[in-house]
């Protein structure tokens, strides 16, 4: 037995057989370990990319959900609030303050003071309905005042920073709850084509 082993080393081809034979195990080894570096590799881009979606899909539903759960009135369908006194509406360059005429009461009882900062809206003899810090400066030479079928007051305010949606008109006011350009959805209306191209640019740009 000793003997066949021993001719059986010696022999050329037997020799060349086992480095063969452990080539091709070496070979194996390093294609199995090839195989897992590449299966947890795949693993590893296939966790990131499901946690990256899931981040971006619990992003928008915690949106949703706080847009939904928030206390703030509903925007009306001019991207503004519907209050107790008056409405509001805007576009990216102006905000349109509806105010209707109390009986009795003529476009020339209006009290009006408008400031860069600062906005206040009565009638004679009344307590102010709107009296406060604005939500943001505007451009007091470019401010107007008119009466629309004498049954409501007009107050047109151009903003100084036309690329910026107001949340509300006075700060402390009831706030128009803004979701993302992605999450706007059903219940947030659908602005005119240039503010909504305007919101869109930049939203990309932020």
Same mark, same amino acid.
């Given at each position: 037995?000793?003997?066949?082993?021993?001719?059986?080393?010696?022999?050329?081809?037997?020799?060349?057989?086992?480095?063969?034979?452990?080539?091709?195990?070496?070979?194996?080894?390093?294609? #199995?370990?090839?195989?897992?570096?590449?299966?947890?590799?795949?693993?590893?881009?296939?966790?990131? #990319?499901?946690?990256?979606?899931?981040?971006?899909?619990?992003?928008?539903?915690? #949106?949703?959900?706080?847009?939904?759960?928030?206390?703030?009135?509903?925007?009306?369908?001019?991207?503004?609030?519907?209050?107790?006194?008056?409405?509001?509406?805007?576009?990216?360059?102006?905000?349109?303050?509806?105010?209707?005429?109390?009986?009795?009461?003529?476009?020339?009882?209006?009290?009006?003071?408008?400031?860069?900062?600062?906005?206040?809206?009565?009638?004679?003899?009344?307590?102010?309905?709107?009296?406060?810090?604005?939500?943001?400066?505007?451009?007091?030479?470019?401010?107007?005042?008119?009466?629309?079928?004498?049954?409501?007051?007009?107050?047109?305010?151009?903003?100084?920073?036309?690329?910026?949606?107001?949340?509300?008109?006075?700060?402390?006011?009831?706030?128009?709850?803004?979701?993302?350009?992605?999450?706007?959805?059903?219940?947030?209306?659908?602005?005119?084509?240039?503010?909504?191209?305007?919101?869109?640019?930049?939203?990309?740009?932020?």
């Amino acid at each position: 037995m000793v003997a066949r082993r021993s001719d059986f080393l010696e022999n050329d081809s037997a020799e060349k057989e086992i480095v063969s034979a452990l080539r091709r195990a070496k070979e194996t080894v390093l294609n #199995e370990k090839k195989a897992a570096m590449a299966e947890k590799k795949d693993k590893e881009v296939k966790t990131y #990319e499901d946690k990256t979606k899931d981040a971006v899909v619990e992003k928008k539903d915690k #949106e949703v959900k706080t847009y939904e759960e928030k206390e703030n009135p509903r925007p009306n369908s001019g991207v503004g609030i519907d209050l107790e006194n008056y409405s509001w509406q805007q576009t990216l360059k102006e905000v349109i303050i509806l105010l209707p005429l109390p009986a009795g009461m003529s476009y020339e009882n209006v009290d009006l003071s408008i400031k860069e900062n600062h906005l206040k809206i009565g009638f004679h003899g009344q307590p102010p309905i709107i009296d406060g810090e604005l939500f943001a400066p505007l451009i007091e030479d470019e401010c107007y005042c008119c009466e629309d079928d004498h049954d409501t007051v007009y107050i047109l305010l151009t903003k100084q920073n036309q690329l910026e949606l107001w949340k509300s008109v006075i700060k402390g006011d009831p706030e128009l709850f803004i979701p993302t350009f992605e999450t706007l959805g059903p219940d947030f209306p659908d602005p005119d084509p240039e503010t909504r191209r305007e919101i869109k640019r930049i939203m990309v740009i932020d």
